[in-house]
């Protein structure tokens, strides 16, 4: 019995395992229950190639038991071992296992009542990884509902067709996972990230009707077959042209400089935040290139001038008191503007993009969670369209820097400096640029 390589991590740990153990406790010591526990059904797919039973749904539940069998007689027979390649795994595996050490004493309890042999399953065996993977949509993990990335990973996993271009892909999806240090970083990335650069568009973006179902038709449903397998037709992309510069002689003929060719690091994948997607290795590697922009920005120690700056900036402005909405949307402008010009003047555009969302602070009191997608669809032009489809940062900055809309608010000095969220807001930002005695209507002026 194996699980396969798109099935999440192992995430119980602690506090589901107690769960479980309170509910046997309950049942064989309290109650003393002499009928079967009911324990659910597990889903297994027969794949015949490998000669062995695949686990769909139901790992979470066997990993636990299989830790307290292991608890109870200090080792596990061979048929009984798993494998586990996430470091997620590991960490619950971890967690789970100190537990178990803790209620020795409870679970020698239920083993004199013999509990395993009175725990009781449905056992569901497919015969197509299809049939498998319809079930593997629709089914629960004991009240741990599949996320929408979870459905993704395991969609496209099945569309890779190389069995190592798969183990390195879902090994980059689970490192993404662990090294950010929270178990809904994918979530993250795809809810306010992805998914809103993709579709927040024109004057039409929108919060959605139903988070996963929309998350899945974005990378899923509308995603496209390619002929070839384990290959995707490439886009135009600033990290995407062989010619940097052309130079033109006084005889009439040119020579070109080509760009340096950088596809080892992911951040220069030649990918568009909003081109098409393709099914399988396609997916993974458009993945992969948006994490590493997210970390560049944001997360890396070994970063340049530019971005450190950017990040003083939005770790001094655009902290815990920075409304959630706010700083989740500058880090969306701020990836939208290094896909489309890396980091030529990223630090004057997170200026200029705090322009914009400090206008929406200082306009609310309480800024709601459809304020960024308003502000879109209130201006004339939307901010993601004039990004994408700029050739220079100057047209962007000169669209921000000149909109009439945000100026006018600036205007306002009503607002009591380092008084309420708006005026600790106007305080951080005087404070910033050195700007204390001065008023806030000469805000676009004002550069370091």
């Not at 307290?68 to 027979?77: C, P, R």
Request: aromatic share 16%; proline share 2%; charged share 30%.
């Amino acid at each position: 019995m194996t699980i396969p390589d798109y099935q999440r991590p192992y995430v119980w740990g602690k506090e589901k395992s107690e769960e479980l153990l309170i509910d046997l406790e309950e049942f064989f010591l309290k109650d003393r229950n002499v009928s079967s526990y009911y324990m659910g059904s597990i889903l297994l797919y027969r794949n015949k190639e490998e000669e062995t039973l695949e686990i769909i749904d139901g790992q979470q539940r066997i990993t636990t038991l299989l830790l307290m069998k292991y608890q109870l007689d200090q080792n596990l027979d061979l048929k009984h071992n798993l494998k586990f390649n996430s470091h997620l795994s590991f960490k619950s595996i971890r967690e789970t296992k100190a537990f178990f050490e803790t209620q020795a004493d409870m679970l020698q309890k239920l083993a004199k009542e013999n509990f395993f042999n009175h725990l009781e399953f449905t056992i569901i065996i497919t015969t197509t990884e299809d049939e498998a993977f319809t079930f593997f949509d629709t089914q629960n993990n004991r009240g741990i509902k599949l996320s929408a990335t979870d459905f993704l990973k395991a969609y496209h996993l099945r569309a890779v067709n190389s069995e190592n271009l798969q183990e390195i892909s879902a090994k980059h999806w689970e490192n993404a996972q662990s090294n950010n240090k929270t178990g809904t970083f994918m979530d993250f990335m795809f809810d306010e990230i992805l998914w809103r650069a993709r579709n927040w568009r024109g004057n039409k973006s929108r919060l959605y009707d139903n988070k996963d179902k929309q998350i899945k038709e974005t990378f899923q449903k509308d995603t496209l077959q390619w002929h070839e397998e384990d290959s995707y037709p490439v886009y135009s992309n600033f990290s995407n042209k062989r010619i940097e510069k052309i130079s033109w002689n006084a005889s009439g003929t040119s020579s070109a400089i080509e760009a340096k060719e950088q596809t080892k690091n992911p951040v220069n994948f030649p990918f568009s935040i909003r081109q098409p997607i393709y099914k399988g290795i396609n997916f993974f590697k458009y993945t992969e290139k948006y994490i590493a922009v997210y970390e560049t920005l944001f997360v890396s120690k070994n970063s340049s001038i530019e971005i450190n700056k950017l990040r003083d900036f939005t770790n001094e402005v655009y902290n815990d008191d920075m409304s959630e909405y706010l700083r989740h949307f500058i880090q969306l402008c701020l990836v939208f503007y290094f896909d489309n010009f890396g980091e030529n003047r990223i630090y004057e555009a997170v200026l200029c993009f705090d322009f914009a969302l400090g206008s929406i602070r200082l306009s609310k009191q309480q800024v709601k969670r459809e304020a960024p997608y308003k502000f879109l669809n209130e201006n004339t032009i939307n901010l993601f369209d004039l990004i994408s489809g700029s050739f220079l940062p100057d047209e962007v900055f000169n669209y921000i820097y000149h909109n009439q809309f945000i100026q006018e608010i600036y205007s306002n000095e009503d607002i009591e400096d380092n008084i309420g969220v708006q005026g600790r807001y106007k305080h951080r930002i005087k404070n910033y640029f050195g700007k204390k005695d001065k008023k806030l209507s000469f805000r676009k002026e004002w550069k370091i």
